[in-house]
Nanobody
């Protein structure tokens, strides 16, 4: 299973951006799905992730500025970011917890290739 991201690019501070991510296999079972980011010289951090039940975990640095949504049937997750700041500049990675069966159920974390978001002041 691969994750294909769309969106990203350059935006001015105060603007908004939408990132979407689709799993290559619409039939695969996915648990948590969402977005992380990594800025230069910093560790990867959560932007927002959502469970199959709709529970959302949002990163502290983006709280109040991010809305995550998910289409479970299509295995697509999107995040809308508003009031963007220069410190939001980072490579954004899509994430999915794939559920697989091989005699028993187990999970595998899958990451997208990353998409660069640049916020200019």
């Amino acid at each position: 299973v691969q994750l294909q991201a769309s969106g990203g690019g350059s935006v001015q501070a105060g603007g908004s951006l939408r990132l979407s991510c689709a799993a290559s296999d619409r039939a695969v079972r996915i648990g948590r799905m969402g977005w992380y980011r990594q800025a230069p010289g910093k560790s990867r951090e959560v932007v927002a992730e959502i469970t199959t039940e709709g529970s959302v975990n949002t990163g502290d640095s983006v709280k109040g500025r991010v809305t995550i949504s998910r289409d479970r049937a299509a295995n697509v997750v999107s995040v809308q970011m508003t009031s963007l700041k220069p410190e939001d500049t980072a490579v954004y990675y899509c994430f999915a917890e794939i559920r697989l069966y091989s005699g028993h159920w187990y999970t595998k974390d899958v990451w997208g290739q990353g998409t660069l978001v640049t916020v200019s002041s």
